[in-house]
């Protein structure tokens, strides 16, 4: 079985700084993809940024990385210079052996003006 | 490419009813997924589709829930004698065959069951 857990319900952080979104996960397949998904107001999934677990370098997709500690089985999003627009719903998800997708709860980040 | 497109946006409807959501995947994606997310919680997997064929159906999927793909193309799912349960979101996302993760959603169907 995997789990996804993400202990940040909600978080605000300041236009323009940065924010990690933290997410663990458990699993006992060996090969698995972790991903991130943001999920503004108007309901749609967004895909933000995906890690294989056998990647050796941390993915990082524009403002976003993805700070991936393998032997801590985290997988934390680091989103820089926030912007007003970033303001939504993130998920974290990960893929093992099934095909389909599990999700965390979510953290809902609002930045400030 | 056009994105994933679902229909209706919105759906309100009374317990009992049956109540029928379609899903055009973006073309020549040959997988399909409908997960199902209730309010303050991630999407749940409901079914998987490769081409017409329904390879995988989770547990939440009661038999009052029927998927299809007839021709490998859209999809609907149907719930049949609706509960206030099944209010939730009803999201639809595809993947090309050869794509190794990326999974791309449409915008969800909202039921609520009053």
């Known amino acids: 079985a995997q789990k996804i857990t993400q202990t940040q319900p909600g978080m605000f952080v300041q236009e323009k700084e940065a924010v990690t979104l933290d997410c663990t996960y458990d699993t006992s397949d060996q090969s698995y993809g972790l991903f991130w998904y943001k999920q503004p107001s108007s309901g749609e999934m967004i895909f933000l940024i995906y890690?294989?677990?056998?990647?050796?370098q941390n993915a990082t997709e524009g403002r976003y990385s993805l700070n991936f500690q393998k032997a801590r089985k985290s997988a934390n999003l680091v989103i820089s210079a926030s912007q007003l627009g970033d303001s939504a719903m993130y998920f974290c998800?990960?893929?093992?052996?099934?095909?389909?997708?599990?999700f965390g709860s979510g953290t809902q980040l609002t930045v400030l003006p | 490419d056009t994105g994933v497109s679902q229909d209706p946006r919105h759906k309100i409807t009374k317990r009992g009813q049956n109540v029928t959501f379609r899903c055009d995947p973006i073309s020549e994606h040959n997988r399909l997924y409908w997960y199902r997310q209730t309010l303050g919680q991630g999407p749940e997997f409901l079914t998987y589709?490769?081409?017409?064929?329904?390879?995988?159906k989770s547990r939440l999927l009661s038999d009052r829930f029927s998927a299809e793909r007839p021709k490998g193309s859209f999809s609907t799912l149907e719930i049949q004698r609706t509960e206030q349960g099944d209010s939730a979101m009803y999201l639809c996302a595809s993947q090309r065959r050869d794509s190794p993760y990326e999974q791309y959603f449409g915008p969800g169907t909202r039921l609520t069951v009053t």
């Open positions: 890690q294989g677990s056998y990647d050796e």
């Open positions: 589709f490769q081409n017409e064929a329904q390879l995988e």
């Open positions: 998800a990960m893929k093992g052996s099934a095909r389909q997708l599990t």
